[in-house]
């Protein structure tokens, strides 16, 4: 038999085993379900798309005890996910797994930047995962190559509302933070086809 032609079913491994590797890693890998997962590099739109967000949301929480980590915050979720959002937002005080402080445990905001190439693996595998997190009470999907954000907000333990926002005008309200954000501002300066976004910031 050739074992070459035989497909290879991917080792599983422990949380405990991917973080010990994960945190002498020089790259980014998530772990979902016992699978290490690379995470996908990040091309200019989803790199402006995250810094837009970030920059219009955090310039509104002076005053707030919040923490906004970017990009690089290890979180770990239920249903044995570990795995890096392109944006969180911690309304009070963070929590960690460890004195490492590199594994959070209490996000109150999640943002994910997804593309035509992600969107299976970070709408179906991890939203279910950030839906079942008692500490979270919003979710953003902000899409990379088209206007869309898709806003879950938690009513109770039980019921989100879900709400889409496709126009330049449209403004999300993140109750939770108590802060407003427009789509403009979020896709300033990204390019879809030859047309620009220009941001309006919302008061």
Known sequence: ?????????????????YLANERNSSTRNEF??????????SNRWHNLIVTNATIAIGSRLQGHKCDVYVSSMRV?????????????????EPSFTDQKLDLLQNPTVVVEIFSAKTESSDKSEKMESYLAMDSIKECLMVKEDGMRVEHYARQNAKQWVYRIYN????????????CKVSLSEIYSQIKFGSAEISSTAVN
């Open 167 to 178: 126009e330049r005008d449209d403004v999300i309200s993140l109750e939770s933070v108590q």
């Open 1 to 17: 038999m050739n074992e070459k032609g035989v497909s290879q079913v991917p080792k599983k491994t422990t949380a405990e085993e």
């Open 32 to 41: 979902i379900n016992g699978r290490v997962i690379p995470r996908s590099n």
């Open 76 to 92: 770990k979720l239920q249903n044995n996910v570990i795995c890096y959002p392109d944006l969180i937002l911690v309304n009070g």
